[in-house]
Structure formats: structure tokens, C-alpha cells
């Protein structure tokens, strides 16, 4: 990553904008042959909707026309304007979407969704001001089967493990199943519970059980809360077992419990060992109300979850219907920063260019645009040499770059030619019908060691 004057927004060096490219390119191929169709929304939305969600608001960057702002400051009469700020997520701009374009909208509707958003935090290594998200949800008109909690994790999960990257796991958990557990013991205050239960690896057990405390969960209701937050398996029947060793039964526990186990068992059929039932996960369930998903690399667990989300049973309302969704989100930007700066994985070439063609002769370089222009033409990227230096130093001008091939235009009567300057062999070649090996048409990311 290029080093910027400003901190939190990152600009990746050629090299790395095409390792972020071929990630961005990978999900939005695998979300489109799951049947999700691409939205874009704007980038700013009013501030009552950015605040609708409460306890990001304060992240919000606010937007505002520099000439408003000098009348406000010279104590002028405050413009009218509705005040916008910037989305710091894609799913409050994806509430408004629905509700705007519901008669248009076929449901159950499965959109992804791939743009910049900005917060105002903190910058650290992952975490970043303005960052690329990129989310799938499925939103319904009134209901939305249990099924959608099933298929978003795995299709994430099928995105995630066919990038060189680490092996990932999908941790789940179920509201219903945390919730039952909590009035199955007599706490009433679950949302004390959830938040007590989201630091733990913050602050430890015991000052969960302090921190319970003060919400008034006793010592006996905090034991069996943080011996629930021990469980995590990827077997249904583990899962089963353990939770009933907890002695808390009820109808809700049993109804999350039986949703959080098919889900397990329909993982494990088709992606054994990805995903893993983690009663620990409790961010986010405060706002979801069924299953709920945190996602690590192996190795990597100190990035934090690279891709979260859960069911929602009201996404958005306009009154009169309600639309219940599930979706997870992935966070690009702290992905590809992890993948370069360790690094994870290294790009083929920093350009996209397949094919340099030389110059003999800045006389002749008219016979050069004319090769390069029936590359392009059959869809192979190329550049002509800047310069009719020697053909040594137009040959490293290619080899800086990564450029695998050089054309050389033949003299007068001769045959052209080409160079694979990796392996030193060259042909004779039609620029008509000559086309580079597959793996070299484009630059691809590889996995390093």
C-alpha cells in the first residue's frame, strides 16, 4: 500500500489494486452463479436515515456545500437543505431501496451489492475511514424461510475458501438459542447479557461476571451464561449435548437450537468443517433476531471477523409491510490490507498488459500501433514501447512491468516474432492469429508458500 498523508484511506499500488481487483471480481462471479443480482445505491443518504440506526451515528461523516457552511459560520440564515452524510454500511441505504422500489422488486430478493463506505474511526491495521464492502442478503415481502439462513453462510463461505487465502471458518450462532438460554435462567435483562457476553475476550470471564453483575444477573446466571459461551462445535449432536448439559430447557431454546443444528448439519454435508456453531458470538445479536455469523482466517484470528451479518426480521418497514432479510457482509478493504502485508498472495504482473510491442524505428512506429491494434482488437491487452530505444532496454522496460511477451515487427520482407523473455524463446508469429498461453491473457493472484 502506497504510504498517503492521510490516515484511513487506503490506495493500493498497481500490484495490489489488481490482487484487490481479482478479489472483488471472484465474489461478484460466485454471488451471480448463486442467482444475486447487482445493485448499486448513492453514496450519501439523508442524516434521520443514517441515524436510524443509533449507535453508529456518531460515525457518520456529515456532507455539506462549502458555501452553506461559510453562511453558517458568519451567522447568515441557516440554509434549508436536508442535511446528507456519507452511508458508513450498505444495508441502511439498502432499507431505503427496498421500501422505494418494492412494486419493482420481485421477492424473495437476492441482491448483492459492491461499493466504498466511509465511518469516522479510528484508524488501525484492518480498520480503515473509507472501505470497500461487499454484501449479499436476501430480503422478503412479510416472511423469508428459515432456508436463506442456511445458503447465505455457505455461499459466502464457497466465495471465501476459493481465494488463496487461509482455511476459513464461519462461526454461527442463533438469537433464539442465547435468548432462551437467558430466560431460561431467569435473565431478564438479555440485552445486559448479549453486551456482558461481547467482551469476554476483552476482558476476561471474570469481569464479565462483574460487569453482569451491575446489570443485576447474579453469580449462578452469569456461571451457566459463560458456560454457554464455551460451547462450539461443528456436530449437531455435540452441540446438542453439551447445551443440554447446561439443565435450561424451554420452546424458544429448543426452536433456535433445532435451526442452529440443521444449519450445522447441512454444512457439514457440503462444506465439512467450514462452518462451526460459536455460542461465544453475541455482537450483533441485540440487532438480529435468528441466526447470526462471524467469519476468521486461520491463522489470522487478531484481523477479527473478516465477514458478518444474520436474519433480521425487519430490515425495513414502510408502514404497512414489513421486509425480513438475511445477509452477511465482507470487509474487502481489511481482507485485501491482510493479504498484502503479511504478504498472503503476490500478483502474476502490476499491469494488466500481456504483450509489449517494440519499436524499431520512431519513423516506423506507425507499423507498431498497427500490431498493437489487432491485439486489441481479438482481446489481448498491449502497449507500445514509449521509446525506439535499444531493444535490451525495451525488453526491461516489459520485465519491470511483469509484461511476459515482446513483439518485434520483422524488416522489410521479414517475418514478426515474438519473445516469451521469462523463458528467452522466440518465434515467428502473425499478429492475425497469435494469442498468448490462457494463464498469461490476464494477471492472476497466487497464494505465497
Not at 19 to 45: C, K, N, P, S
Not at 183 to 190: A, C, H, M, N, Q
Not at 346 to 361: F, G, Q, S
Amino acid at each position: 500500500m502506497a504510504r498517503t498523508s492521510l490516515s484511513g484511506f487506503p490506495e493500493w499500488l498497481p500490484d495490489g489494486r489488481i490482487v484487490e481487483q481479482a478479489v472483488l471480481d471472484h465474489l461478484r462471479r460466485v454471488f451471480e452463479l448463486h442467482g444475486f443480482a447487482g445493485i448499486e445505491t448513492r453514496a450519501v443518504e439523508t442524516l434521520e436515515q443514517l441515524e436510524s440506526k443509533g449507535e453508529t451515528s456518531k460515525e457518520v461523516y456529515v456532507l455539506e456545500r462549502l458555501q452553506a457552511l461559510k453562511e453558517r459560520e458568519s451567522g447568515a440564515r441557516p440554509s434549508h437543505e436536508r442535511r446528507m452524510g456519507l452511508h458508513f454500511d450498505l444495508t441502511v441505504p439498502f432499507a431505503r431501496y427496498v421500501i422505494e422500489n418494492a412494486n419493482d422488486l420481485d421477492f424473495p430478493f437476492k441482491r448483492y451489492q459492491i461499493q466504498k463506505v466511509w465511518r469516522g474511526e479510528r484508524p488501525q491495521e484492518g480498520r480503515f475511514r473509507e472501505f470497500t464492502q461487499a454484501d449479499i442478503d436476501v430480503v422478503g415481502n412479510g416472511e423469508l424461510p428459515f432456508h436463506f439462513e442456511v445458503e447465505l453462510p455457505l455461499v459466502m463461505a464457497e466465495a471465501l475458501t476459493t481465494l488463496p487465502i487461509p482455511p476459513v471458518h464461519i462461526l454461527v450462532n442463533n438469537r433464539k438459542v442465547v435468548q432462551g438460554i437467558c430466560e431460561g435462567v431467569g435473565v431478564v435483562d438479555v440485552e445486559a447479557a448479549l453486551r456482558g457476553l461481547d467482551k469476554l475476550d476483552k476482558i476476561g470471564p471474570q469481569g464479565v461476571s462483574e460487569e453482569l453483575a451491575e446489570s443485576g444477573i447474579t453469580g449462578e446466571q452469569a456461571a451457566t451464561l459463560l458456560a454457554m459461551a464455551e460451547i462450539a462445535s461443528d456436530s449437531p449432536a455435540e452441540i446438542r449435548a453439551r447445551v443440554a448439559g447446561l439443565g435450561v430447557g424451554g420452546a424458544l431454546l429448543e426452536e433456535g437450537l433445532g435451526e442452529l443444528c440443521d444449519l450445522l448439519a447441512t454444512a457439514g454435508e457440503r462444506m465439512p468443517g467450514v462452518v462451526i456453531a460459536d455460542l461465544r458470538i453475541a455482537r450483533g445479536l441485540d440487532y438480529y433476531t435468528g441466526s447470526v455469523y462471524e467469519t476468521v482466517v486461520e491463522g489470522h484470528e487478531d484481523l477479527g471477523s473478516v465477514c458478518s451479518g444474520g436474519r433480521y426480521d425487519s430490515l425495513a418497514t414502510d408502514g404497512k409491510r414489513t421486509y425480513p432479510g438475511v445477509g452477511l457482509s465482507v470487509g474487502v478493504s481489511r481482507l485485501v490490507s491482510r493479504m498484502l502485508s503479511v504478504p498472503l498472495v503476490r500478483a502474476t504482473r502490476k499491469v494488466p498488459t500481456a504483450l509489449l510491442v517494440a519499436v524499431i524505428d520512431e519513423d516506423e512506429r506507425h507499423r507498431s500501433d498497427e500490431v498493437a491494434a489487432r491485439m486489441r482488437s481479438r482481446g489481448i491487452a498491449c502497449d507500445v514501447s514509449p521509446a525506439a530505444s535499444k531493444f535490451g532496454k525495451q525488453i526491461r522496460h516489459a520485465d519491470r512491468r511483469g509484461i511476459p511477451f515482446v513483439w518485434f515487427p520483422g524488416a522489410p520482407g521479414e517475418p514478426d516474432t515474438v519473445k516469451d523473455i521469462r523463458t528467452g524463446e522466440q518465434v515467428e508469429a502473425d499478429s492475425l492469429t497469435w494469442q498468448p498461453p490462457a494463464e498469461d491473457l490476464a494477471p492472476r493472484i497466487e497464494a505465497i508458500g
